[in-house]
């Protein structure tokens, strides 16, 4: 079942699913909107990096950055950028998410691969946005994830507890 925007709030009142900070915006009729943070990492352009990702960290072809709400970073074409959200989120054992881009900017080319919240995770969301056919500019602290949130048969009998769990700000991906 999908939560409403009532039955979010009830959650949210009796501490079982936890989103800091919590806007006024935040709520929507059937999900939460979510916010970029201020963090965002960029995969290098050389054509002799190759990521073994069985093996390799990701790390030395990554370079992340800090901005701010004034200056925001560019999106270009085809590229492929790691977000995080301002948000921290909490799940609680029965709920999972399913995380959409807004519109609004799909809208505007950009694109993000499938993603689920899974019931238990806990920390910011790192989300791959992918750049469409024009380069785009965000800032931190615009509305940009949509998540819907959808209640299990019964509480999970293995909460998440993975190698993504209390990530803070961009998490790049760990070899499993």
């Keep these: 079942m999908i939560l409403s925007d009532w039955d979010i709030r009830v959650y949210l009142e009796k501490k079982l699913l936890v989103i800091n ?20 990492c960029r995969f290098k352009k050389d054509q002799n990096i190759i990521v073994d990702t069985a093996r390799d960290p990701v790390d030395k072809t990554l370079v992340c950055e800090e901005t701010d709400e004034n200056n925001g970073i560019i999106i270009n074409p085809l590229e492929h950028v790691l977000a995080t959200t301002l948000e921290w989120v909490e799940m609680p054992n029965d709920l999972i998410g399913f ?5 609004t900017f799909a809208r505007y080319s950009l694109y993000i691969p499938p993603t689920i919240i899974d019931a238990g995770f806990k920390g910011n969301i790192t989300i791959e946005l992918i750049g469409g056919s024009i380069p785009v500019k965000v800032y931190p602290k615009q509305r940009f994830l949509h998540v819907i949130f959808a209640r299990t048969s019964s509480p999970v009998y293995r909460p998440y507890s993975g190698k993504y769990q209390k990530q803070r700000g961009v998490t790049p991906p760990k070899p499993d």
């Design 99 to 103: 995380v959409n881009l807004r519109s």
């Design 21 to 40: 900070p919590l806007f006024p915006d935040t709520i929507r009729e059937n999900g939460v909107d979510l916010r970029f943070g201020y963090q965002f």
